[in-house]
């Protein structure tokens, strides 16, 4: 039944046929998507990666072996058809589809393949589990969906490369087996067989060696370049992702957002068809989380928050008094949700439940009923007060108001949460809205309770604000850094900073983190020696490539821009890895597995 090749080579692939193709002679191959018999005329819809055609056997025009043939053709299987293109008739286009207009008339097929069925149907129907999908990655990647993600984060990628060589960026490789490095996360590690006992470990990033090839002196680099980090996987992480990695030399942040910008407004004018305005809008960490209580801002979200610490600080209500009397560490923030005080008091619980979850006390709301308010911590305002909070919370009639009250950050990320989770369920935002931001200004140490100190909150190599050089040693907590993220529509893009490249503001930084001297050139000792050759001023960014393609071209997390990804705890469920070794290559590493 299955037929050698024998040399044939397709006329057409499956997505070209045109109604000016109408007559010739043609040779498909594909798989069969669909066969469907028609009182005797048989249906076949062959597929590849290109497209689909619509194959028509005709009985009476077949030789009775040719239609043994097309009868035996089972779904998956892999079919050649040669016939005649023709139009369909009038009425049985398929305007869905590139070639719906056209069909091609068998006279000959041969099976090159058989499949067994498949565990799921591929045509997007059905609810097949994701580990079913991802145990058969290659029968999901026929999917439409996942097929064309890659399709297209092969040409985002194309049009970054060559945006960024356009810029004179050059693509360096750096190394994926490098030296340990305690970075944040856990580095995956590589046993080094002629170094019994000694490690590589495979790169978080390529950090340390872009800002080296700034010191020798390649002035912009960029590297599409994959990240490996062993983390306790939260949702939509990958233990391997892939960034757009670059660093230039003799640069401010403007000069890193603008080659960001560029990038991103090239990729939109070549694989998405639009325009992107640029520049972005920026805004401080600071404004973020005071207009947003979030670093990644939702920008598409029609409200924000308010501080509204003085004027409920004047209520009759306990709470907010006493953040009036904390101001300015506690406060009183507030949420007008435009038209949403028809919320039930179970939605409202809801809310609140999410706010004790977040870590707050609790949460305090209140209808706005034409110029009043009702329900809730309404009883708490009095007169003259009502229009005074109405004016500062921008609450009209049919609002809801959802208050926070306590120390200001935690205020900040509940009423934060707040807005993404009451955003996404109860507004329809347009996923085809791109609203980009960036934020900068983050503060360059994050204290650290469990230790007792302070750690820098990117890493240490990451340049403070200039005017607040003065302060790194005497109130490291109000140091800003010129450390900048971009965000769209809620997600973390892209990270990056300007480094240090003076040896005397880095020890300075390592100091107040309490890194010693010795464990400094330990972990990161080639860098150190490095700087000491003529290191130029420099800085850089990284993109989440895999993050970009699911937000601009469609899924429901990373896993579908990425062909071959693991699952949440790590695993590949169609090859089996992580898998044990055989004990012998153990014993030639020097390595005993603990029981
Ligand atoms: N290496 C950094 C990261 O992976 C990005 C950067 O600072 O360029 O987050």
Known sequence: MIEPLLGRKRTHRCGDLRPEHAGRRVLLMGWAARVRDHGGVLFLDLRDRYGVTQVVFRPEKLEPPMLERAR?????????????????????????????????????VSILNMSRTPPFPLDGTGTASEDLRLRYRYLDLRRESLKSNMVFRHKLVRSVREYLSDQDFLEIETPLLVKPTPEGARDYVV??????????????????????????????????????????????????????????TFVTEDDVFGVVEGTLRSVFARDLGRDLPIPFPRMTYEEAMARYGSDKPDLRIPFEI????????????????????????TATLVLALPGLAGASRREIDGYEAAAKQAGAAGLAWARVKGASLDGGVAKHFAGALV?????????????????????????????????????NAAFKLDSQDFRFVWVHQFPLFEWNETRSSWGPAHHIFTMPLDSDLPYLESDPGRVRAQLYDLAGNGNELASGSVRIHRKDIQETVMRVIGMKSEEAHLKFGFLLEAFEYGAPPHGGIALGLDRLVVLFHGGDSIRDAIAFPKTASATSLMDGAPAPIDPADLRELKIRIEP
């Open 72 to 108: 035996a053709i089972g779904s998956e299987f892999v079919v050649l058809v040669e016939g005649t293109a023709g139009k369909r008739p009038p009425g049985s286009e398929n305007l869905d589809l590139a070639t719906g207009a056209m069909e091609v008339e068998a006279d000959r």
């Open 191 to 248: 046993p080094a067989r002629l170094h019994p006992g000694k490690f590589y470990a495979l790169p978080q990033s390529p950090q340390l060696y872009k800002q080296i090839l700034m010191v020798a002196g390649f002035d912009r680099y960029f590297q599409i370049a994959r990240c490996l980090r062993d983390e306790d996987l939260r949702a939509d992480r990958q233990p391997e992702f892939t960034q757009i990695d670059l660093e230039m």
């Open 306 to 329: 308010r501080d509204i610490t003085e004027i409920a600080g004047t209520s009759a209500f306990e709470v907010f008094r006493s953040a009036l009397a904390g101001a300015p560490k």
């Open 387 to 423: 229009s005074k909070l109405l004016e500062a919370t921008g609450g009209k009639d049919g609002d809801l108001l959802l208050f926070a009250s306590g120390p200001l950050r935690l205020a900040q990320r509940v009423l934060g949460l707040l807005r993404t989770q009451i955003g």
